[in-house]
């Protein structure tokens, strides 16, 4: 076997054309965030945003499931982690942890290297918690509850007047 060097021809502005078409290719992230702060789910206080990808029954077909959320998930593969104030249109990313199986994609030196994305696989690996723990202005607990519960007795409401016979009033 020779260990003989063959120069690739490479068209720079094709390759450029597909870097490009590459880094676009995705749905707009911040246009679906933007869609849901517009939604205003907790009113004006902050929340978290976790999306995780989800196979369809048919094993096949892949979704990304957007969950508004006031307190932290547990970090996982194949999902990311956003921090927002529906007050201002800061939009902190917490993690972006794709499937473990492209991890090696994201490697320093690779086409598809991203910074956040690399972070994120390693503070996954070495220092979960880290991914995991409340941000210093999270709501307090008991705040949570309170919100979670108007929502609950909202959509209760909402439903009611809809079925009367959810309350026996048929």
Do not use: C
Not at 33 to 49: E, N, V
């Amino acid at each position: 076997m020779s260990d003989k060097i063959v120069p690739l021809k490479i068209n720079r502005l094709d390759a450029h054309d597909r870097f490009e078409y590459f880094t676009k290719q995705s749905f707009d992230i911040s246009q679906t965030i933007q869609q849901i702060i517009s939604t205003r789910p907790f009113g004006d206080y902050p929340f978290y945003l976790f999306a995780h990808a989800r196979t369809a029954d048919d094993g096949v077909t892949k979704r990304l499931i957007w969950q508004p959320r006031l307190t932290r998930p547990k970090a996982q593969t194949n999902s990311m982690l956003f921090k927002v104030d529906p007050k201002t249109d800061i939009v902190k990313i917490i993690w972006m942890i794709p499937p473990k199986e492209q991890w090696h994609m994201f490697e320093r030196g690779k086409m598809t290297e991203n910074e956040i994305i690399a972070e994120s696989i390693y503070d996954y690996q070495h220092n979960r918690q880290k991914l995991e723990a409340k941000d210093p202005d999270d709501l307090a607990d008991e705040v949570i509850d309170k919100i979670y519960r108007g929502l609950s007795f909202d959509a209760l409401q909402s439903k009611a007047k809809n079925d009367p016979s959810i309350y026996g009033m048929v």
